[in-house]
T-cell receptor
Framework: GDSVTQMEGPVTLSEEAFLTINCTYT??????LFWYVQYPGEGLQLLLK?????DKGSNKGFEATYRKETTSFHLEKGSVQVSDSAVYFC??????????????FGQGTTLQVKP | DTGVSQDPRHKITKRGQNVTFRCDPI?????LYWYRQTLGQGPEFLTY????????KSRLLSDRFSAERPKGSFSTLEIQRTEQGDSAMYLC????????????FGPGTRLTVL
């Protein structure tokens, strides 16, 4: 079945460090890929998305490129801030006959950024 | 603000009691999803509505769970005879447009079963 695997956390970085959170997926169809973020005490928010191979999603300095050949959608940011401390979820949804577009999430990666 | 409200935000109940949650999308969304999130895990899909029709139910949704979406607007999720394992955050996520379009999550209802 379809699945998403994220690197285990927590990830602890100093402010202004480079961030990579790995995400790989398995899908029977052609998925759209998403990164959602959950800040402390808040709900899930869409961070970025990509709907086809080689697309790059970007938002708030974060980027992720849809790599079909490696079935990956790694999240990157060049310089993290303390305010980026949150839990990050990679997710996919599959379109096509019989699919309802439900999201399949990874287990989440906690990022802690220290001043 | 995602334009989605959920009520109640927190619910504490005793094992065996019935509980009902409500999700209100502010604007018209033809699709609506329910998910459950337990501590330290990503959300897991429970059920899906297209307008008022319930088109998919996860195997996680035992016969103690029932969901409705009358008139294709708000939705309710009821759990009968709650168990401690039902303790989780219940999230609804409306969507509009293509089937893989963005789902905007509500703030969730945190259920604690004692």
């Amino acid at each position: 079945g379809d699945s998403v695997t994220q690197m285990e956390g927590p990830v602890t970085l100093s402010e202004e460090a480079f961030l990579t959170i790995n995400c790989t997926y398995t899908a029977t169809g052609y998925p759209s890929l998403f990164w959602y973020v959950q800040y402390p005490g808040e709900g899930l928010q869409l961070l970025l998305k990509a709907t086809k191979a080689d697309d790059k999603g970007s938002n708030k300095g974060f980027e992720a490129t849809y790599r079909k050949e490696t079935t990956s959608f790694h999240l990157e940011k060049g310089s993290v801030q303390v305010s980026d401390s949150a839990v990050y979820f990679c997710a996919l949804s599959v379109a096509g006959s019989g699919n309802t577009g439900k999201l399949i999430f990874g287990q989440g990666t906690t990022l802690q950024v220290k001043p | 603000d995602t334009g989605v409200s959920q009520d109640p935000r927190h619910k504490i109940t005793k094992r065996g009691q019935n509980v009902t949650f409500r999700c209100d999308p502010i604007s018209e969304h033809n699709r609506l999803y329910w998910y459950r999130q337990t501590l330290g895990q990503g959300p897991e899909f429970l059920t899906y509505f297209q307008n008022e029709a319930q088109l998919e139910k996860s195997r996680l949704l035992s016969d103690r769970f029932s969901a409705e979406r009358p008139k294709g607007s708000f939705s309710t999720l009821e759990i009968q005879r709650t168990e401690q394992g039902d303790s989780a955050m219940y999230l609804c996520a409306p969507s509009v447009g293509p089937i893989t379009d963005t789902q905007y999550f509500g703030p969730g209802t945190r259920l604690t079963v004692l």
